[in-house]
């Protein structure tokens, strides 16, 4: 066993150094025993360095040293560069994300030649690209086609609305067709072979033909309202010869003024003159209502159905007129003037209908007055009656808008 040379100790083979003096041994091949756990990012740790070494001895100022050598002996191996994703720093590395661009809906304008040029070398570079599938195009919203024409603003949307450019123009249309087909069928049942009946049923197939007729927005409500007063004006004719009603000529006035002023109110909630027709319209209801004896006929009613049925039909008048004083509520609703406008236009022909009615069964000891050709004359004026009181409407629309665009051309042209 090989012995120190300093004090004489003995010592092994492995060792470097004396265990007791601290001197190096001659000819000594230490073995240090070093363990390192290999981590999947080759990383050690501070724990992982000293598990390498050996324990060291108990206090002593040699057993110090001999540790520093060993150490200085033994060079760490140099750390392998972590492999591993750092989500953090990728993340940095990243651009920071922005919201997608908000694009507005701008529709495009044809007819320059820019932008023919423009279409044009767009077309030339989608035909030489290669077509992708249906997963692949982009259908993002800056490659989406925008119609032609101007931009659509949430303004103009409000102002249609509020004012509509061509209110209740389909509606005429459909209702004029129809009533003038049942019309023509009553007056050609009731009337037989007459001048007069063919005189209702010209006026009748004059309406239709005006309502299938592609015009105006205009000219078809001034047309439809012409020819449906002319009829209306053909029946008040009749009832006058044969004494039926003669204060009706007030009525169907009424009837005409006050419907066609609620629908242009439902129309346009906010103008003044849709207001001020209808004052006129409740006011002339209110005279014929006063005129007839409205008042009083629910007081000498009998028990016949010829009595009591016109008279029910009398208070319903005045009850229309006074729901129609709705129309003055606030702007921010239509205040049923649509309905009380085909209310009052329903009852005017169901008040028609049991007068004429009333005439063909009269009471008990009265004879017959009434013809054939004088109910379909009545019958026409019902549908011209009805067809004025919706043309109205559209007239005053178009008064209104043409009235409008004429101050908003002063205020433009004013400096």
Not at 87 to 116: D, F, M, Q, Y
Request: hydrophobic content about 45%; some cysteine.
């Amino acid at each position: 066993m090989p012995k120190c040379n300093s004090c004489n100790g003995n010592v092994l083979r492995t060792d470097a150094f004396c265990g007791t003096c601290g001197e190096p041994v001659p000819g000594g091949k230490p073995v240090v025993p070093i363990a390192r756990e290999s981590k999947p990012s080759g990383v050690q740790t501070t724990g992982d360095r000293m598990s390498g070494t050996f324990s060291p001895l108990s206090g002593t100022g040699t057993s110090a040293r001999a540790v520093a050598i060993v150490a200085l002996a033994d060079p760490e191996l140099e750390e392998a560069p972590d492999t591993g994703l750092n989500r953090t720093a990728i993340r940095e590395r990243e651009p920071h994300s922005e919201p997608a661009p908000v694009l507005p809906l701008h529709r495009k304008k044809n007819g320059t030649e820019s932008e023919r040029r423009e279409e044009a070398a767009g077309l030339e570079s989608r035909a030489k690209e290669p077509r992708a599938s249906a997963s692949e195009r982009d259908t993002s919203l800056p490659n989406m086609p925008i119609p032609p024409g101007p931009p659509i603003l949430a303004s103009d949307l409000l102002r249609e609305q509020m004012r509509p450019s061509s209110p209740g123009q389909n509606a005429l249309r459909r209702t004029a067709v129809a009533l003038t087909a049942a019309g023509a069928l009553g007056a050609l049942l009731t009337g037989g072979v007459h001048p007069l009946t063919f005189v209702a049923l010209a006026l009748l197939i004059t309406i239709a033909t005006l309502a299938l007729t592609p015009m105006s927005y205009r000219g078809r409500a001034i047309a439809l309202f012409l020819v449906g007063s002319i009829a209306t004006g053909v029946a008040l004719w009749q009832q006058t010869l044969q004494g039926i009603a003669p204060e009706g000529i007030i009525l169907a006035a009424a009837t005409i003024l006050l419907s066609g002023s609620l629908l242009f109110r439902a129309y346009y909630r906010g103008a003044r003159l849709a207001r001020v027709a209808v004052t006129l319209g409740v006011v002339t209801l209110g005279a014929w209502f006063f005129l007839s004896g409205g008042h009083e006929s629910l007081v000498t009613l009998e028990g016949d159905w010829q009595s009591w049925a016109p008279a029910s039909t009398h208070m319903a008048f005045g009850l229309l007129a006074l729901l129609s004083l709705m129309a003055f509520m606030d702007n921010s609703t239509r205040g049923g003037s649509h309905v009380w406008a085909v209310a009052l236009l329903i009852l005017y022909g169901v008040h028609l209908t049991l007068l004429v009615a009333s005439e063909l069964r009269p009471v008990q000891g009265i004879e017959t007055t009434i013809q054939g050709p004088t109910i379909a004359a009545i019958l026409t004026g019902v549908v011209g009656t009805i067809v004025a009181g919706m043309a109205l409407a559209q007239v005053l629309v178009a008064a209104y808008q043409a009235t409008s665009s004429r101050v908003t051309e002063r205020v433009s042209i004013v400096p």
